[in-house]
């Protein structure tokens, strides 16, 4: 959690100096990249941990989401991630929400941090791709996906942590 939270230390400055500069949207570009990095690496934990399942327990994951993850590729990378974890519903969503297609979105979003469009996959000007819409889908994308791992499946021996103490820069 140390390189989490020293990248989100940066995402805090970030969001200070953007609303110093009056909300300016170039700012957008490297907070999206930045919660987005956090966001893979969260879900990549998760799945080590549910892969390396052995004595302790996981809160609310039962023995066939084990064996999924332990027959599935291990991997950091989002692009087999989310598929992963939209299997098997690990953010515990209803069919109408859209997290797991706006993380697939963001991701490609996010990859625009080469600033070639080698796959014109998204809108050639970047303004247009770092958009404050696409910063608030990156926001809350990261909120959800920490109430789910915190809250249900909580780290071993750690109460849950109350959503109510999640910091919110952009707020």
């Not at 995402?11 to 909300?23: H, M, Q, R, S």
């Not at 399942?53 to 609310?60: A, E, K, V």
Request: aromatic share 10%; with cysteine; net charge neutral.
């Amino acid at each position: 959690m140390d390189n989490v939270n020293y990248n989100f230390a940066i995402i805090e400055l970030l969001y200070k100096a953007k609303k110093i500069n009056g909300n300016d949207t170039r700012f957008n570009k490297p907070i999206i990249i930045l919660i987005m990095a956090i966001i893979e690496c969260v879900l990549y934990d998760f799945l080590i941990r549910i892969n390396q399942h052995r004595i302790d327990s996981l809160p609310n994951i039962t023995e066939t989401l084990v064996s999924f993850f332990r027959n599935s590729k291990e991997t950091d990378e989002l692009k087999i991630i989310i598929p992963q974890i939209k299997s098997q519903n690990l953010l515990k969503v209803n069919s109408s929400d859209t997290i797991y297609s706006d993380l697939e979105h963001l991701r490609k979003v996010r990859n625009r941090l080469h600033i070639q469009n080698k796959y014109a996959v998204l809108d050639r000007d970047e303004f247009m791709v770092f958009t404050d819409f696409e910063l608030i889908r990156a926001q809350d994308c990261l909120e959800k996906i920490f109430s789910v791992l915190c809250n249900d499946h909580p780290r071993w021996g750690k109460p849950p942590i109350p959503m109510s103490e999640f910091p919110r820069p952009w707020i």
